[in-house]
């Protein structure tokens, strides 16, 4: 029985049991597909080879303390294991403790300065969402909706059809970057649609209706209004900013990653006093 101290994590006890366990799930795989110790440390030899890296060999001496002993394999020996006996990586990580799909939610433990990309990939992850709604609720009228829901689960993102996921990327606003405040402040998680880069030079009526792009130079990134003339791309920043625009060469010093779709933002903040 795994035991949790009040502080929420496992005693000594619990972690080696769930090792043991995970290593015993390996030896079953292994003894269900008939492979010997010698054929494990054969094929994963032929896995190193083939990467031109030994850390993917898997001795016998170390596939025996994995399955009786409770070590943890390196990442190099669960690749070889996961590959020789036909295993998802994911699953196997599961074993021990470690959910993939938690990794975005454990992202919150710290705060970057600097804009950038997120490299989570939504297509095979999930989402913690309502699974059920009040059936009374109508969407069309402002409401208090975690009193609306009747449950919360895992939802796999593929079952969010309305969005084409596997277009669409993430970014993180810099705790540092006021450059779009007060539209998009910073801290903020936005959406990017990586199919709609080409920059209109009209359409819009207010600053909340011109797109804004995400864009990647080679220090780092940017999110701003773009402006296109011939091969000079200016990016240009919020007003209450203060940051003057930015003149690139278009496509040799900056890329559009795509236009931002969706933002998920703090309000309230006030920015720093100017200097």
């Known amino acids: 029985m795994v035991t949790t101290r009040p502080n929420g994590t496992m005693d000594a006890g619990s972690r080696a049991s769930i090792m043991e366990e995970a290593g015993q799930k390996l030896k079953r795989e292994r003894e269900r597909l008939g492979l010997r110790f010698r054929d494990v440390e054969e094929a994963s030899a032929r896995i190193a080879a083939r990467h031109h890296n030994e850390e993917f060999i898997v001795a016998l001496s170390r596939l025996a303390d994995i399955e009786n002993k409770g070590v ?10 996961c590959a020789i006996y036909r295993l998802d990586m994911c699953e196997v990580l599961s074993w021990y403790g470690i959910s993939p799909n938690t990794l975005p939610g454990d992202a919150d433990v710290i705060q970057h300065a600097r804009t950038h990309l997120i490299g989570f990939k939504p297509e095979d992850g999930e989402i913690q969402a309502p699974l059920s709604l009040e059936p009374w609720l109508d969407p069309t009228r402002t409401g208090f909706l975690s009193r609306q829901i009747q449950k919360w689960g895992t939802l796999p993102l593929m079952l969010l059809s309305n969005i084409d996921i596997k277009n669409l990327r993430y970014g993180y606003i810099g705790t540092d970057d006021w450059s779009m405040f007060p539209i998009i402040a910073p801290g903020a998680l936005v959406v990017i649609d990586e199919t709609r880069r080409r920059i209109p030079a009209s359409g819009w009526l207010t600053e909340f209706e011109r797109p804004l792009f995400f864009l990647e130079h080679r220090d780092g990134y940017l999110c701003g209004w773009c402006t296109l003339r011939e091969n000079q791309l200016t990016v240009q920043f919020h007003p209450r900013s203060g940051r003057e ?12 990653i795509g236009q931002v779709t969706l933002v998920a933002t703090e309000v309230g903040l006030e920015p720093p006093p100017r200097s």
């Open 245 to 256: 625009p930015e003149l690139y060469l278009f496509p040799d010093e900056i890329e559009i």
């Open 72 to 81: 943890v394999p390196s990442v190099f020996r669960l690749y070889s294991l």
